[in-house]
Structure formats: structure tokens, C-alpha cells
């Protein structure tokens, strides 16, 4: 396959061999639902997006899950302080992310498991990391012993000792002692007031990490292409994945894959500086969901990207002039046929980029270079090089899910504006009559908006209208 991808694992880029021929199985690391997503989950979930689309264009079946911690520390601790139970905040903000993923076109996940529908796994690999002897349990928690785990400290680049060294004190709310600094909770033994389920060492619930290897593994099998997630997550997340993974004999994953962060115009975690701003209902106001979709898809997926008001300003400006290309080559070019050969050297830049690590800023410069040579054949009105370039740009577009004709067709959302605009036409020309003492004409237009369902409420000024 001529498909090349950052492997956090080997700090290279190499290429990406699916483990069956024809099919790819991709493990996500999906969102804690402790409160509603901002615009970095989006970040994460379009990014990912694109390396699905990327594959199926390619020819790949691609089984991609994506889990859901609906329990842990954080859901917990805010659904007691909001006064309501633990279920109701997950169940809520779940739906919260399953709204965005949609607003933006994230294809869903194959599968899209939770934690508190994934206990019986998630015991069953604690238990063959205690028969096998590399986990431990002590007082109601099972911990791992970290120094079982030759490998640990590999996936991000970290040695043992280094990371002792730098290990606090055992942290507060584990019941039980751990052996080494190091060793991290598998399971944790019951507290009053909160959620758990049975196991072999009392009541308890999982840590989070051997939740995703658990996870993983129910659905993608013991070896498994690849395994992605935010670069926040590469430790202790990740490691501890890759760490018990190995201890249970699985071979895991294949390719590791992580993308970077967004952070506020300071260059600040985004959380912290945009506040409530940042949500992703919060920014939909204000900015249209194609148009979020560009911008959070434009940067390289490795890189960290700013958010602010001037991003979504500039990304309207940009998928704007995409969008006025295709709108006006396609009256143009209405019932032209298509010559696909004239295409063919855009699509093969624009393929090489995504080869190439999933190189979006350079397949996003090879749609605007179709654009400008678009728009040079509109105004020399060659129709039929216009037609060709028209089908190139526009299957460009699909991939990246930016395809206004297919994809963003006009909405009742994009409607409102305009229909705003007309009724205030109307009204000027009620009140134009008006001002003429042309009584009948101003009443002939009333009744007749009356009719359309269009209600004119006369205000001090100038009238507003409103539907029936
Ligand atoms: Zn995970």
C-alpha cells in the first residue's frame, strides 16, 4: 500500500501494512462524557475522520471503534456537585458529542463500546494479568507492577528509572498500597456513594487505562492495525495500554497514531483559556459547520492548531472562495461531459499529499490551485477544461467531506438569511406606500404577508416581523 504514516512507536514515518489484506481495524481513544465537547475534541474526531475517509477511498473495509468512558473520577465528582447521578451527566454529554461528531459529517465509529457495558472484559483481562503474575491486587485495588513490563517506557520514548525519578508519592484515593511508585491502578476497590460492580477482589470499578485494552481487543482482536489518539494521551494513557497489553500476551497494535492539541490564541491548553466559548454549540452559533469542518481539518494533524475568531474568520473566507467556484463552474458547466484525464495530475498530487502522513495542508493547496486555474477557465469561458476541473476539485473535496453539492447542500439554516432579506424588502415597500399615504398598497402587501404566514409587528422605528 502506498500509504505512509507517523508511527509514534518507531519516531518515523513508515509505511502502513495492514495486518489482513482489504480490511484495517483502527482503535480510538474516545472522549471522557463529563461534560459537553469543545472545539478540541472536534479537532480530534475530524482529524481521525480524514484517515478513515483516506482508507475507504482506498479500497480498505475499515472497522474503526471508538470507546466512551461514561464512568470515572471526573464524571463522578462533577454529577455530585451538579446534584444529579453519574448516568444522567454521561448519558447527557454523551449525546452532546454524538451531535457535534454529526453537525461536522464525523462518520460514525463501527463500534462505539462504554465502559460500564464492558466490565465483564475489562475483569477477564485484569484476571489474566493476575494469574500471569504481573498485577497484584491490595486492599480491594489490583495494581501492575510496572517493573514486570521489560518493554515499558518504549512507546513514548521513557525509561523506567527517568520516570521514577520523577514519580510523586502515591497518589490519594487508592485504597489499597502499591508495591513500586510506578505501578498503576487495573481496578479500584469500591469508595461510599460510588458507582461498582462485582469482581474476583470486591466490588470496585476499572482504571481507566485497561479499559481501552480491554476494549480494543474485544472488537479488533489481540493484533490490530492501528491505535490513535491526542498526543495528551501518549503517557501515561498509552503506555499503560501498551504495558498491560504486552503483559497479557497480546500483540496490540500495530502502527500507534497521535494528533496534536488546539490551544487558545496564547498558545494556552484550550480548556483552561477559551472557557465555555470554546464548546462546540457555543461556536456552531456563530460559525457554520462546513466551515468548522475546515478549519479544524486544515492544519497537519500532527501539529498543535490556535483557535480563535480570526481562524474561523479566515476559514470562511477560504472555503468561501471554494464554494463560490463550484456554485458558479457548476451553472457553467451544466450537461458538459467530463474529460477525467484533464484531471488526473491534480488528483495524483492531491493523493501523494495524503500518502504522505495524511499531508492535508499540501491536498488542501492542490483544491485552491484547482480553484484559482478553475476560475481563470470560468473567466475565459473554456467549458469543457472547466468541466474536468470542476469533477477534479469537487472529488478532492468529497474526501475531505467539503463538498458543497453532495455533502453541504443549502439548508434551511442558509435559507434564513435570505428570506430576511426579502421580507425586509417587503416591509421597505410597505412603508414606502405609507409614507405616500397610499393606505390601500400598505394594506394590500400586509394582508397578502399575512397570508404567506408573515406577521408585521409595527415597533417604534421600523416593523419587525415574525412567522404566525
Ligand atoms: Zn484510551
Redesign the pocket.
Known amino acids: 500500500m502506498s500509504l505512509r504514516l507517523y508511527d509514534t512507536a518507531t519516531r518515523s514515518v513508515r509505511p502502513f501494512e495492514p495486518l489482513h489484506p482489504g480490511r484495517v481495524g483502527v482503535?480510538?481513544?474516545?472522549p471522557t462524557v463529563q461534560a459537553p465537547p469543545h472545539v478540541g475534541h472536534l479537532r480530534s474526531a475530524v482529524a481521525l475522520d480524514l484517515l478513515h475517509r483516506w482508507l475507504r477511498e482506498k479500497g480498505l473495509a475499515v472497522t474503526i471503534v471508538r470507546?466512551t468512558?461514561d464512568v470515572d473520577d471526573k464524571v463522578i465528582h462533577d454529577a455530585a456537585h451538579a446534584g444529579e447521578p453519574w448516568w444522567a451527566l454521561a448519558t447527557r454529554s454523551s449525546r452532546a458529542f454524538t451531535q457535534a461528531y454529526d453537525a461536522v459529517q464525523v462518520l460514525p465509529p463501527t463500534a462505539e463500546p462504554r465502559v460500564t457495558g464492558s466490565i465483564s472484559e475489562i475483569v477477564a483481562l485484569v484476571q489474566r494479568l493476575v494469574d500471569g503474575g504481573t498485577a497484584y491486587e491490595s486492599g480491594g485495588d489490583v495494581y501492575l507492577s510496572v517493573r514486570k513490563v521489560p518493554s515499558y517506557g518504549a512507546l513514548s520514548g521513557q525509561s523506567p528509572d527517568h520516570l521514577r525519578a520523577s514519580e510523586r508519592a502515591v497518589p490519594h484515593g487508592h485504597s489499597g498500597q502499591k508495591r513500586d511508585p510506578l505501578d498503576f491502578a487495573l481496578w479500584k476497590a469500591a469508595k461510599d456513594g460510588e458507582p461498582s460492580w462485582p469482581s474476583p477482589w470486591g466490588p470496585g470499578r476499572p482504571g481507566?487505562?485497561i479499559?481501552?485494552s480491554a476494549?480494543?481487543v474485544t472488537h479488533l482482536g489481540e493484533e490490530f492495525d492501528l491505535h490513535a489518539?491526542g498526543v495528551d494521551?501518549l503517557f501515561p494513557?498509552?503506555e499503560n495500554?501498551a504495558a498491560q497489553s504486552a503483559a497479557a500476551g497480546h500483540r496490540f497494535a500495530r502502527h500507534w497514531l497521535h494528533h496534536g492539541l488546539v490551544v487558545g490564541p496564547g498558545g494556552e491548553k484550550m480548556s483552561k483559556s477559551l472557557g465555555t466559548g470554546a464548546l462546540v454549540a457555543e461556536v456552531l452559533r456563530g460559525c457554520r459547520p462546513q466551515v468548522l469542518r475546515y478549519a479544524l481539518g486544515a492544519a497537519h494533524y500532527r501539529s498543535s492548531m490556535e483557535w480563535s475568531d480570526q481562524v474561523a474568520a479566515e476559514a470562511e473566507a477560504a472555503y468561501g472562495r471554494i464554494e463560490n467556484f463550484v456554485r458558479k463552474a457548476g451553472a457553467a458547466t451544466e450537461g458538459i461531459e467530463v474529460d477525467e484525464s484533464l484531471g488526473k495530475a491534480s488528483w495524483e498530487e492531491f493523493a501523494a499529499a495524503l500518502d504522505d502522513d495524511l499531508g492535508v495542508p499540501q491536498a488542501l493547496a492542490t483544491v485552491h490551485a484547482g480553484v484559482r486555474a478553475g476560475n481563470a477557465l470560468l473567466a475565459a469561458d473554456e467549458r469543457g477544461p472547466l468541466a474536468a476541473t470542476l469533477a477534479v476539485v469537487r472529488r478532492m473535496l468529497a474526501v475531505l467531506a467539503l463538498d458543497p453539492v453532495t455533502q453541504w447542500p443549502a439548508s434551511e439554516r442558509d435559507l434564513r438569511p435570505v428570506v430576511d432579506a426579502l421580507v425586509t424588502l417587503v416591509v421597505q415597500a410597505r412603508a414606502d406606500a405609507r409614507a405616500a399615504r397610499d393606505w390601500q398598497r400598505a394594506d394590500a402587501i400586509r394582508d397578502r404577508l399575512a397570508a404567506a404566514g408573515v406577521v408585521l409587528e409595527d415597533g417604534a422605528d421600523a416593523a419587525q416581523w415574525r412567522l404566525a
Not at 482503535?27 to 474516545?30: F, R, S, T
Open positions: 482503535y480510538v481513544c474516545g470507546n468512558t481507566w487505562h479499559e481501552c476494549m480494543a489518539g494521551l494513557h498509552h495500554e
